[in-house]
């Protein structure tokens, strides 16, 4: 008789736990979720114009942006794959968490150089796995929005860093992790390459 | 404008045979009459000195102060390009550009065969391309993780890439404008090439380029350094992989025991 109560006290003990595990776990998403929005709403503005006849046509971004998101640089967009996803300006495990990451020391979005963009293969650079060849890549930063188009793609192990050096040419490297699937820490790298169309980015589009 | 712009060009320093074939220390004066960019800086209307204080094999080093002191620059040129050279000594100008202020394409050093080209920073370089046909050297330091804030160092000017802008166009029917850009590839010089015997001694170089500096003398030998190479951003390429995933699973496999925990005793209950 004892040691059934025992064996129930601890079966129940058990399923608060449970609960416990569930509930933090839809906490640290609705706070995942959150910290997401908040940089999607400041990447969102990055790049966009002043209203006509503000302060300064040529703003970066609008002055109300949450200061929580001080560190997004920027957006990037694939829109033959939908992704659309802030870019931040480090790629440390919680810039990673908000959004893709720019590897400090490559070029900056339009830049002479290579441009390295670090993502999570399991929430934003999920998509990547359909690209294709000559697929547009918007990255849009506050001096506006550069266009490259996917040269091809490859698969390296983490140990490639190569896939980062300058090239002939201006280029964007998106890298995440491979296989998509795999479960745990995936053994090598999946590379996106794309060439810069222009130095010159898009005009700024104004807000009304 | 060339004519307005440029007044006087007088050689200073040392022997002219030998700055033939090494430019360090290569050095003359120009006066402009109205506001002028270099990389870096705008001039005013004055007198200037410019002078190579050191040089690659693939890019020279180049300083210009005012003759009051005030203005000091210090930045990027290519030796033996492609622009055609003027019948005298002297800067020379970028054409079409903007009203403001004229940018200087570069500067031809008496007893040099070749035009100096400047190297411009990345936003200067397209707003020249924009308006020219010509390839445009630039360098973009921002993009290589280098600030720039009081200008490069020294270690930094001679790792940068160089890179030729030009002007081009894109997109359906060729019909829109655009900046192309290639990586700089050394071409084979119009100056002779430096003997071992002449070229310059730049152990005495001051790592600044401080104003007022000692053009090197072309005594001793000493090999034509090359840019260095550029160091990996990062050892290893980023790992990626979101701990969302298992936060959901554990979840849902924790929503779903506790669940299952939760019927199995109200099933129990019921059944007394």
């Keep these: ?208 | 404008m060339l004519k307005r712009l440029i007044c006087a060009v007088f050689v200073l320093g040392a022997p002219l045979a030998a700055r033939a074939v090494d430019p360090t220390g290569a050095s003359a004066t120009f006066t402009v009459t109205q506001q002028t960019k270099v990389p870096g800086e705008t001039l005013k209307p004055g007198d200037y000195t410019i002078r190579i204080v050191d040089h690659l094999s693939d890019r020279l080093i180049v300083r210009v102060d005012s003759a009051n002191g005030k203005t000091h620059s210090t930045f990027l040129g290519l030796q033996g390009s492609d622009v055609s050279r003027p019948s005298a000594p002297g800067a020379v100008a970028w054409e079409n550009t903007s009203q403001k202020a004229t940018y200087l394409k570069g500067f031809l050093f008496p007893n040099m065969n070749s035009v100096v080209e400047f190297v411009y920073p990345k936003e200067d370089a397209v707003a020249i391309a924009k308006s020219n046909q010509s390839k445009v050297p630039a360098i973009d330091p921002a993009s290589e993780g280098k600030v720039a804030d009081k200008g490069l160092s020294k270690d930094d000017m001679e790792v940068v890439t160089l890179w030729l802008l030009s002007a081009t166009t894109v997109g359906p029917n060729d019909s829109v404008p655009a900046i192309k850009a290639e990586k700089y590839q050394q071409v084979a010089s119009n100056e002779p090439p430096p003997q071992p015997a002449q070229q310059v001694q730049q152990a005495n170089q001051g790592a600044n380029y401080a104003a007022g500096s000692t053009p090197t003398d072309t005594a001793s030998a000493a090999p034509v350094r090359a840019p260095r190479a550029h160091k990996p951003v990062v050892a290893a390429l980023p790992h990626t992989a979101s701990a969302m995933p298992i936060v959901w699973l554990l979840g849902v496999l924790s929503l779903f025991g506790a669940l299952t925990m939760r019927f199995a005793r109200l099933q129990r209950a019921s059944q007394r």
């Design chain 1, 1 to 208: 008789m004892k040691r059934r109560g025992t064996v129930r006290q601890a079966a129940t003990r058990l399923e608060w736990l449970l609960w416990v595990v569930a509930i933090a776990s839809v906490g640290y998403t609705c706070l995942w979720s959150g910290e997401v929005y908040a940089a999607r709403w400041h990447a969102q503005s990055i790049g966009q114009a002043m209203p006509e006849g503000g302060p300064a046509a040529s703003a970066a971004t609008a002055p109300d942006a949450p200061k929580q998101a001080s560190s997004v640089m920027g957006r990037l967009e694939i829109p033959g794959i939908g992704l659309a996803v802030p870019v931040m300006a480090d790629f440390d495990p919680a810039s990673l968490r908000r959004g893709v990451g720019h590897i400090q020391g490559t070029a900056l979005p339009g830049g002479l150089g290579t441009l390295g963009l670090a993502g999570h293969r399991d929430t934003f650079f999920r998509p990547l796995a359909h690209i294709a060849k000559g697929m547009d890549i918007r990255v849009t930063d506050a001096s506006g929005t550069y266009h490259y188009r996917v040269d091809g793609t490859e698969i390296v192990t983490p140990d490639q860093v190569q896939v980062l050096d300058i090239r002939n040419e201006p280029k964007l490297t998106l890298i995440t992790c491979y296989p998509f699937d795999f479960i745990g820490q995936a053994p090598k790298r999946f590379i996106v390459h794309a060439n810069l169309v222009s130095l010159e980015p898009d005009a700024p589009a104004h807000t009304h």
